[in-house]
């Protein structure tokens, strides 16, 4: 039985908690939250234990969950790797990248199971193309929320935009050559909208908007590569494909245009989507990782990767906006 010990139950931390109850093989040893009221109603409505301090909860756990505001996050994954214990922590997993650079090295050394919470890559939209062969050489990306003040600590780049740097550096497989972006700062001190043009040196390109002063809610990533296109619904969970028809397309709904090159068929394919808890299946990924063994399916590594693309980003808008 693992036992894990919470640190931060609010808004997201509750999420984490409802979850943890339905897994099998944990046990929760209690959480650790300095508000005292959102620590009362915690214990009375799930009867766990508050612990005073952070390190007192860690000596009594195995992995830590971490769910703090992210100013929070490096003291609390530097203390719980310090004892050994094995850490999932929310993205973005630092404040800044030298912390960051730390935490990479501190797992390192402790040789712990290390896991950032990229929740996207665990929707079914984006698990149903598991099995095709993706190549992207230009992706579009929209992603705008309502304006919410929680998690306005950090910029929309750390805190929306981050979801899709990560999915966009698991997909393309080469490195960063150039970053283009502009952004505004409208209801915080942050940038609250931007938009990024993010190219690699094999070629493809990402063009990405972020905003959580929006009217409506959109998760949308489009990939394009050659003979194919894909839109991924992160909001809807649903996905759509285009293609050039071959023998294994099946069933799938085709039908024919003319091109320079001739007559070709195509394909609309929407593939199955498991109906799926992406929270819950990020713990679970988590704790089978550490039980067995395993590697974890974000480790620090990608964690820090996106975090440096992100303050790349950062640095591009403001250096723009304090031009003479």
């Keep these: 039985m693992l036992k894990i010990g919470i640190f931060g139950v609010g808004h997201l931390g509750k999420f984490h908690l409802n979850n943890w109850m ?18 009362k109603e915690v214990e009375e409505k799930y009867g766990l234990k508050r612990f005073a301090s952070a390190d007192k909860l860690l000596d009594k756990c195995d992995a830590a969950d971490i769910i703090a505001p992210t100013t929070f996050h490096f003291d609390l994954c530097e203390a719980a790797i310090k004892k ?8 973005p997993m630092a404040d800044t990248l030298e912390q960051g650079k730390k935490i990479v090295q501190m797992v390192k050394e402790a040789g712990i199971k290390f896991q950032v919470g990229h929740v996207e ?8 193309l598991k099995d ?8 579009e990306v929209h992603r705008l929320a309502q304006f919410n003040p929680r998690g ?9 935009m981050i979801h899709d740097i990560d999915i ?17 700062a409208v209801m915080t001190d942050t940038p609250d909208i931007a938009n990024v043009r993010i190219e690699f040196n094999n070629g493809c390109v990402a063009n990405l908007t972020s905003s959580r002063i929006s ?8 990939l394009f590569q050659k003979d194919a296109y894909i839109g991924i619904d992160f909001l809807e969970k649903k996905t759509e494909i285009i293609k050039l028809k071959s023998l294994e397309d099946g069933d799938a709904f085709t039908f024919d245009i003319d091109t320079p090159s001739g007559n070709k068929t195509l394909a609309i394919i929407n ?15 988590f704790v089978d990782a550490v039980i067995r063994n395993k590697p974890t399916a974000v480790n620090e590594i990608d964690g820090l990767l996106a975090m440096e693309v992100a303050h790349l980003i950062l640095e591009k808008i403001h250096h723009k906006v304090n031009l003479p």
């Excluded at 095709?132 to 992706?139: G, R």
């Excluded at 306005?152 to 929306?160: A, C, G, K, M």
């Excluded at 819950?280 to 990924?285: N, Q």
């Design 132 to 139: 095709m062969a993706l190549n992207p050489m230009f992706i």
């Design 215 to 222: 009217m409506k809610k959109m998760r949308k990533m489009r």
């Design 84 to 91: 050994g214990r094995h850490v999932f922590v929310e993205k």
């Design 271 to 285: 593939p199955a989507t498991q109906p799926s808890n992406a929270i819950k299946e990020e713990l679970r990924s």
């Design 168 to 184: 966009i550096l698991k997909l393309v497989k080469s490195d960063v050559k150039n970053i283009s972006a502009s952004g505004v």
């Design 152 to 160: 306005t600590e950090v910029s929309v780049i750390l805190d929306l």
């Design 121 to 128: 890559r665990f929707n079914p939209a984006y698990l149903s």
């Design 22 to 39: 339905e897994i099998d093989d944990v046990e929760v040893t209690g959480f650790f939250d300095p508000n005292d009221e959102t620590a």
